[in-house]
């Protein structure tokens, strides 16, 4: 099953990469402004392709209040109507793995709605997405059991979701990029009660001109009142394209101009072969927002996908301050960020 997950996404990537090819590159740089918009629960359902190629996923966290953090991610494979659904689950400890669970099923056991975000694996549910009347945001619950150990929790968002087309064509959705979660972890036969802060989005068409950047780096962090989602694309090694989203607790989201944006990310260290850093800053400065945050490796989780792309999932320490309308507010605490690299 795993020669043929490789198999399928190679295909899928040298299939896609015809289309992205023809396109040309002369418009990519013109979307990196590309203004955001909002988004409904149809959004966050399955879009697929039919018989032509696609990869679509979910991706869930977790920063829970007893040290413990929660990642799940769902990627959908497709070529011909052929392909298959990797699961992972990773469960943390202070950042360390307790749980790393990577499971394949074959497309026959991957059901979803087309009209709302409901996803089964092996006639399990998975994923339920609702509009929530109370908090008059969206809810979601998310199971899943392995024999490691499993999580079932409950999000609640308190920020506006959003969604932008990326240059390279594919469709990224911060459905929740601030959610209050409730719900039970379960760890070798002992099962915890949790509360914490969390996060969803949702990708879909992504194709093989994604593959052609050198890589990225994602993250989000917060304040009292504020969300920040933020991410930086690499085309190449020495060229890039940062991202900031503000959202306000409660409230609006607003897009930060990327020439308004400052990135670095330094003392870099060896980790499977490659240079990774281990620290990273970020600030902005506009009319409406000042923001300035480090963001200090905690600890590093490294996973490698189609057996060439290295991925690293960092909890970092982020400090800093952010101000907004004359308010300012500190930064402080622990949240997941991530390095991917093609090459």
């Known amino acids: ?53 696609f990869a679509e996923w979910w991706y869930f966290d977790a920063i829970l209040d007893n040290g413990y953090s929660v990642t799940i991610g769902v990627r959908v494979f ?28 074959p497309m026959k056991e ?6 709302t975000p409901i996803v089964a694996l092996g006639g399990k549910q998975l994923i339920v997405g609702s509009y929530d009347t109370i908090s008059n945001h969206f809810a979601y619950n998310v199971t899943y059991e392995t024999p490691q150990g499993a999580v079932s929790l409950h999000f609640v968002g308190c920020t506006q979701g959003w969604k932008r087309q990326q240059p390279t064509g594919d469709w990224w959705v911060v459905v929740l990029p601030r959610a209050n979660v409730t719900g039970t972890i379960t760890l070798e036969n ?24 050198f890589g990225w780096f994602w993250g989000t962090f917060e304040s009292s009142s ?7 694309v690499y085309p190449t090694r020495l060229t890039q394209h940062p991202m900031i989203v ?10 930060i101009p ?26 902005t400065m506009t009319e409406k927002v000042f923001l300035v945050v480090n963001m200090e490796v905690l600890s590093v989780d490294h996973a490698r996908f189609v057996g ?17 309308n004359g308010h300012m507010e500190t930064i402080d605490g622990v949240f997941i960020a991530e390095y991917l690299r093609f090459r």
């Open 1 to 53: 099953m795993r020669r043929l997950n490789t198999a399928l996404i190679i295909v899928l990537l040298c299939t896609l990469s015809y289309g992205g090819i023809a396109v040309g590159t002369s418009t990519v740089h013109d979307f990196w402004d590309s203004s955001l918009e909002d988004i409904t629960l149809r959004d966050d359902a399955f879009h697929g392709r039919g018989k032509l190629p």
């Open 78 to 105: 497709s070529v011909l109507g052929r392909g298959n659904v990797n699961m992972r689950l990773n469960l943390y400890d202070q950042g360390s793995p307790v749980i790393t669970s990577y499971k394949i099923y």
């Open 110 to 115: 991957f059901s979803a709605s087309a009209e």
């Open 190 to 213: 002992t099962t915890m009660n949790v509360t914490g802060t969390g996060y969803h989005d949702h990708n879909w068409d992504v194709g093989a001109a994604v593959a052609l950047h």
């Open 226 to 232: 504020h969300s920040v989602t933020w991410a930086v």
């Open 246 to 255: 503000v959202n306000e607790k409660n409230g609006g989201y607003l897009n």
């Open 258 to 283: 990327p020439e308004t944006i400052w990135f670095s990310a330094q003392n870099k260290q060896v980790d499977h072969f490659r240079l990774i850093p281990r620290f990273l800053n970020i600030e």
């Open 308 to 324: 060439f792309i290295n991925y690293w999932r960092y909890h970092v320490k982020c400090t800093g301050s952010i101000m907004m």
